[in-house]
């Protein structure tokens, strides 16, 4: 017997991808959009917080560095505000070093993804993260 | 001069994806280049490390790794190296630019799809 999944389960999950670069930002699509996500993107870290409050995503995921804010103060915003406190939040980065990703995790991140990434595993990592919620 | 396994991912998408990338990738870093020049003669090093940061990451993404150290070289001399910008070696980002758009170019050619 096929029982029908519930119409929440069923909706099509909307990811935040945030990046200064726009090769970034078309690559992490593809892999996201091929998994069968929707995406809205930003190039600017404040273009991105008034995008979450237009269009309400499911999940962030932040590159560190950008222009307006980055990706830090992004998160912090977030997770300040009761309608994304609880969004899950990866940020996706070419900073490698440990200090960075205990910042990054200190300020509410819940995975910490480090660049060059491949898409198919970013969007692997992004189910994960949205089952754990 | 390009990560076979990166490419192929990428590749993976369609071939109009990849052309519709490579496009965009050096329509991106022509202008960030300028951008980084543009900084570098006017002594502005936190731009020229900010600007090599994000070259770094999408060169990386395209597999562009010899790119990719050449501009993690200038970010690591701009943030902490010689404040006079001496040690900032923009002719190696700019050198193993040209030699991944070439390469890049060879691929989409090399697959059959026009660059």
């Known amino acids: 017997m096929i029982v029908p999944a519930p119409a929440a389960a069923r909706a099509r999950r909307l990811i935040l991808l945030a990046d200064d670069s726009t090769t970034t930002l078309a690559i992490a699509s593809a ?9 809205v993107t930003a190039t600017r870290g404040d273009e991105a917080l008034a995008l979450a409050h237009e269009r309400r995503p499911q999940l962030f995921v932040l590159d560190l560095e950008m222009p307006g804010l980055d990706g830090i103060e992004v998160l912090r915003s977030l997770r300040a505000d009761p ?15 440990q200090r960075d990703v205990q910042a990054g995790l200190d300020a509410g ?5 480090v660049k060059p990434f491949s898409p198919l595993d970013l969007a692997s990592r992004v189910g994960d993260l949205l089952r754990c919620r | 001069m390009i990560d076979e396994a990166a490419f192929d991912e990428l590749r993976s998408f369609g071939d109009d994806f990849l052309v519709e990338l ?7 870093t022509d202008a960030l280049l300028r951008q980084l020049r543009e900084s570098f003669d006017a002594g502005d090093t936190t731009a020229v490390g900010r600007i090599a940061h994000n070259v770094r990451g999408s060169a990386g993404q395209l597999g562009g790794r010899a ?25 190696a980002v700019e ?12 691929r989409l050619t090399f697959v059959g799809v026009a660059p």
């Open chain 1, 31 to 39: 892999g996201l959009e091929q998994a069968g996500y929707d995406v």
């Open chain 2, 95 to 106: 050198l193993e630019y040209g030699r991944l758009r070439l390469a890049l170019a060879e």
């Open chain 2, 67 to 91: 790119l990719a150290s050449a501009c993690d070289r200038v970010e690591r001399n701009a943030i902490t190296g010689d404040p006079t910008g001496r040690a900032i070696d923009l002719r």
């Open chain 1, 83 to 97: 309608l994304f406190a609880q969004a899950p939040v990866m940020l996706l980065t070419s900073h490698m070093a």
């Open chain 2, 22 to 28: 490579v496009g965009q990738f050096t329509e991106e």
């Open chain 1, 109 to 113: 991140a819940d995975a910490y993804v």
